[in-house]
DNA sequence: CAGCAATCTGGACTTTGTCTAATTTCCGGA
DNA sequence: TCCGGAAATTAGACAAAGTCCAGATTGCTG
């Protein structure tokens, strides 16, 4: 398969196939996102969305983040306290955190073994394992 | 080794051990910590070494617990945005949180095999490896 | 006791995110 | 095309968690 290339126009049926109604708005976020295909915060959704002339308001931006969520278009990683990123990558991976640059990377999944984890409680299912490498600047 | 048991009485010596200076508020909040062992956020801190009668601020809580942290004595548990937990137990373990209820129990690292990982960037080293498995209720 | 550094404090402030009531957009039927 | 309602968007008030600061308190040491 030749390597996805993300314009406005296929991203109103990629929100479709997640049953999503493609909006203006959702368009361009769901952009934002995937054109990149890098980590943003809300904060950082909305200064793209909005470069050109203010055209998207910070309640539909959380809204929208938050059913793209809800639909598994896009996953939430939690590195620092009070700043959720969101990953247009849901494929399963893992994440390399620079604490000092506040730089976060993807760590592929497929080379990667946890094992031994004790049973989970009775009744309960695993939603998702994070594991986050934090690492700093030598000295 | 006998199970430790913690008193106000031996947090001093504690403290001192990890180069901080002991006051009565330092003492109170590390005994919150240690006497119960449990993760608990700023908030609970507060609201636990406050319990009798208002005698440390919220800007001591947190300036104190930063300290704990700087200095090894306690560790960050980021699981949720917006609400950091502090972890007693520094020994390497991982984390177990039930997503609806908020729950946060340790999983024991001893059996945990974690391999594969790729190498760090150059001129990097591991903080810490964070794992924490997210399960909620089944359906 | 005086001087001085370390610590603590209330409260203003910031950041991130949520909520709500009002408006706008969209779409199908008459 | 026009109308009515549902879906979506909006501004701005609000909330929670955490930071900051200038002034007060504490606890040494001489
Ligand atoms: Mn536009
Ligand atoms: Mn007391
Ligand atoms: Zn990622
Ligand atoms: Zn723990």
Do not use: W
């Not at 296929?10 to 952009?31: C, F, K, S, V, W």
């Not at 910070?58 to 996953?75: C, D, I, P, Q, W």
């Amino acid at each position: 398969m030749s390597p996805m290339h993300y314009t406005r126009d296929n991203m109103a049926g990629l929100l479709r196939g997640h049953d999503i109604n493609p909006t203006h708005q959702r368009i361009e976020i769901a952009y934002a996102l995937f054109s990149r295909q890098e980590h943003l915060s809300a904060d950082q959704v909305m200064a793209v969305v909005n470069t050109r002339h203010s055209e998207t308001s910070k309640a539909t931006v959380y809204n929208t983040l938050r059913l793209f969520l809800e639909k598994g278009l896009v996953r939430e990683v939690i590195v620092d306290p009070c700043k959720v990123f969101f990953d247009p990558n849901t494929s399963p991976h893992h994440h390399l955190y620079e604490v000092d640059s506040g730089k976060l990377s993807d760590i592929d999944a497929e080379h990667v073994q946890i094992s031994g984890l004790p049973p989970l409680p009775a009744g309960m299912v695993t939603e998702v394992i994070d594991l986050i490498v934090r690492v700093r600047r030598k000295d």
